[in-house]
């Protein structure tokens, strides 16, 4: 897998496209809205193409739900995971201003419904790609104008447990713009949440780097 280096992190220089978990096992594909809402509804570990349309994965990777993510089979290679909500709290604050801007790719992106596009500066190589989302009714939102990326970290609530009945995880998204040019360009923003029955992209993380 191509590595690169930002700050003291090691990140996986493309998003995940792999339909198995490391012992082999298949990961199921959804190939129609039927089959992600009855992946999600049932807490079945998933992903599909964007469209489901397979010619999409060799350049966004694939959409996983956060079951897939979070499986005890793993889909990280050896020595590699996917990160936690901190992990992305790490690497923005190592970025400063603009972190969306310095991980954009310099291509891909399109001007958003409001005609707003951040340039990308691709700074370290990380090529953020926007991959856009497949929805929990098996809708496909966001490609040309938004990358979101799973973290493995649930959200509890104050008592510790945990939200029903599916839940939510922390995500990282970079779009377009984020629609305020008086504002931060290039948002990025690592304290939103998705329902773990949403198809969104995933990097891998090690947790040593140099």
Known sequence: MEELIIGDQIWSAQNLNVDAFINGDKIFECKTEKDWKKAGKNSIPAFCSYNFNKENDSVYGKLYNWFAVNDQRSISMAGWTVPTEKDWFNLISFLGKQPGV????????????????????????????????????????GLGTLGIWWSRTVCVKPNGQELKPFGMAFRTAIASANGNTDALVGFMDSKSLSDKREGLSVRLIKQSAI
């Open 102 to 141: 310095k991980l954009k790719s310099k291509s891909a992106w399109i001007k958003d419904k409001c005609g707003y596009l951040d340039a990308g500066l691709d700074q370290y190589g990380f090529n953020a790609l926007p991959g856009g989302t497949c929805e929990v009714d098996g809708k496909f939102e």
